[in-house]
């Protein structure tokens, strides 16, 4: 399949961030102030927002910042930071953004003398969002399938309205400590499907996200 744009490219570090600093000797007005410096970040929180993010037990947020890969041009990034963890979002691979949590982290415990990361974070996971194009529709995958899309349009009888099978998707079982998200790929909403354009999003890294998507083409074709 053809990629078309990369809409997000998420990093999830799952670990109680407090324990960064046990003992509470590190100022967090003076930490959220040199993050948002450091990366050059459009929008940072305030001391307002920590307060409101404590009561709300809502993540600090970060957004339109600046981080430059050891390989590759600078990225934009934006950062959540939750009581739980870090999500970091990019718009190049899942692989920049989990460079980018490393690399705050590590910057973290040299500048603040907080914990090494390494002894604390318990999971990461990768979510990787794209649009990408393809030639072959989900129709062909099973002929009674194709029969039960007609049947949908003659009894919808709307003009102009040929339906098709639009989805697939493949579901995790539900009750994991993390929950991640389904396999999905759908027709765009909002294109025609003469533009051959397909959304997909999945709970991986971005190259194998991309990966996959190549095996259902094959399938398809």
Known sequence: MKLLTINQARAIWLFTLSDLNPRGRTSEKSALIEIGNRYKFAVSPNQVDLVVAREKNQPLKYLQGSYAPRKGEAVTI??????????????????????????????AHS??????????????????????????????????LANFSKAITGSARIPGADFELGAIGFWPEQKLPYQPIPFRFERAEGYPFSEKRYYSQAPMDTDSHLSLLDKLEALLR
């Not at 190049?92 to 705050?104: Q, V, Y």
């Not at 003398?113 to 062909?140: A, C, F, Q, T």
Request: proline fraction near 3%.
């Open 78 to 107: 934006d950062l959540l930071l939750y009581r739980d963890g870090i999500v970091a979002d990019t718009r190049s691979t899942t692989e920049d953004s989990h460079a980018f949590i490393d690399d705050l982290l590590t910057w």
């Open 111 to 144: 500048e603040f003398g907080l914990l090494p990361h390494e002894d604390i974070v318990r999971n990461k996971y990768s979510v990787s969002d794209v649009h990408v194009s393809s030639e072959y529709s989900l129709s062909v995958l099973h002929p009674k």
